[in-house]
């Protein structure tokens, strides 16, 4: 079946960029969605990105999405402390929607 | 436009126990979704709701039920549950337009004991 991959940590100096990757084993994606979960709290949507485009850009966030390589990424410029929280990588992977996740990456941003 | 909402927010059951869970979709969206989401973990697709059909199901006992209301909203029910039911319940609903975006609840968070 599909399985999306993510690393479980990430750790980033206040103000410098972070870098959160993932990658899928299904070809068949149409779109491929970036979630933030802060503790306690359920999943908020930050961006996503159809299959058929390489890059997107809102504000701070920028997808890349290497379809050769099947590995999506999420860039946060300026990183701030109130970037902390979990995010979550997830993909539409067949016609009823459901979505398939990653574990999930934690931001740690250092002071 | 009103948001994703769910209720009850914490619930606190015994094993063998049944409980049912309660989303409301967002405005202008006729599809729900149900995720279980241990902790420490990505979330698990149960199943999904499109005008009152189930439309799709992921990898749960059929203890595990739903239903969708001609106003969208749905239910999450479980049967005899077991201390692994202990998880946050995610609703999210959609257009189901072609455009596939879920917007989720803040979720119920359940603990079996």
């Known amino acids: 079946g599909e399985d999306v991959e993510q690393s479980l940590f990430l750790s980033v100096r206040e103000g410098d960029s972070s870098v959160i990757n993932c990658t899928y084993t299904?070809?068949?994606?149409?779109?491929l969605y970036w979630y933030k979960q802060e503790p306690g709290a359920g999943l908020q949507l930050l961006t996503y990105i159809f299959s058929n485009m390489d890059m997107k850009q809102d504000q701070r966030l920028t997808v890349l999405l290497n379809k050769k390589d099947k590995h999506l990424s999420l860039r946060i410029a300026d990183t701030q402390t109130g970037d902390s929280a979990i995010y979550f990588c997830a993909g539409s992977f067949d016609s009823n929607y459901q979505l398939i996740w990653g574990a999930g990456t934690k931001l740690i941003i250092k002071p | 436009e009103t948001g994703v909402t769910q209720s009850p927010t914490h619930l606190i059951k015994t094993r063998g126990q049944q409980v049912t869970l309660r989303c409301s979709s967002q405005s202008g969206h006729n599809t729900v979704s149900w995720y279980q989401q241990a902790l420490g973990q990505g979330p698990q697709f149960i199943f999904q709701y499109y005008r009152e059909e189930e439309n799709g199901r992921g990898n749960f006992p059929p203890r595990f039920s739903g239903l969708q209301f001609p106003n969208y909203s749905s239910e999450l029910n479980v049967n005899a549950l077991e201390l692994d039911d202990s998880a946050l319940y995610l609703c999210?609903?959609?257009?189901?337009?072609?455009?596939?975006?879920?917007?989720f609840g803040p979720g119920t968070r359940l603990l079996v004991l």
């Open positions: 299904d070809s068949s994606s149409t779109y």
């Open positions: 999210a609903s959609s257009s189901n337009s072609g455009e596939e975006t879920q917007y």
